[in-house]
């Protein structure tokens, strides 16, 4: 299921909750989980990677439940913090943009 492989391949404090709920169908929940653990992350360092991460598994989540708008606005977010950590040319920017691009693609 693609819903399975995002949130396993970009990871987050708790993944385990976030592949459960929305395995049982509640967006609620794994929306208010993504969200708290993005909250947590507000004090720590700029230059962690974490953020983007959350970030793009929001964004998976939003795609894939069509909304597009805001997928697209925590794609973008996740890009942006990760070309200002790792720069442009670094193989992450290039997978976060990737992410970015497949949204397009898809709509």
């Known amino acids: 299921m693609f819903q399975d492989y995002v949130l396993l391949e970009w990871g987050c ?30 004090a720590s360092p700029p230059e962690d990677l974490r ?16 909304r597009y708008d805001l997928s697209e606005l925590y794609f973008e977010r996740a890009l942006a913090s990760c ?13 976060y943009l990737n992410n970015l691009a497949g949204l397009y693609y898809a709509q």
């Open 51 to 66: 953020a983007a991460r959350i970030q793009t598994n929001l964004a998976m989540l939003y795609f894939c439940h069509q």
């Open 13 to 42: 404090e708790d993944q385990e909750f976030a592949v459960r709920t929305l395995k049982n169908g509640t967006f609620t929940e794994t929306e208010a989980g993504w969200l708290s653990e993005l909250e947590k992350l507000t």
């Open 83 to 95: 070309i200002r950590v790792a720069g442009v040319n670094s193989p992450q920017t290039a997978e």
